[in-house]
């Protein structure tokens, strides 16, 4: 059985992964840039700040986070527990 992804708005992310130490750099048209420093290496995510994304919008963000953030602290925030 697939994962099952919340529903989240572009909102919910960046405030999320606001709690992770990035910030807002910039904004171009709906999308916004985060970036935090982690021992010298910058890290980058765009995240479109729509009412609600879509399934495959969520599946590409938390995969491009998982490189900064483990998948064990993502896990909670983007999909629903199985019990």
């Known amino acids: 059985m697939s994962p099952k992804y919340k529903v989240l708005s572009g909102s919910d992310i960046i405030k999320l992964f606001q709690k992770f130490g990035f910030e807002i750099v910039s904004q171009k048209g709906s999308h916004v840039k985060l970036k935090r420093l982690i021992k010298g290496q910058k890290q980058v995510?765009?995240?479109p700040n729509h009412r609600e994304l879509d399934i495959g919008t969520l599946k590409s963000i938390y995969r491009q986070a998982s490189v900064y953030?483990?998948?064990?602290?993502l896990t909670d925030?983007?999909?629903?527990?199985?019990t």
């Open 45 to 47: 995510l765009v995240i």
């Open 69 to 73: 953030i483990s998948e064990e602290l």
């Open 77 to 82: 925030h983007f999909l629903y527990s199985d």
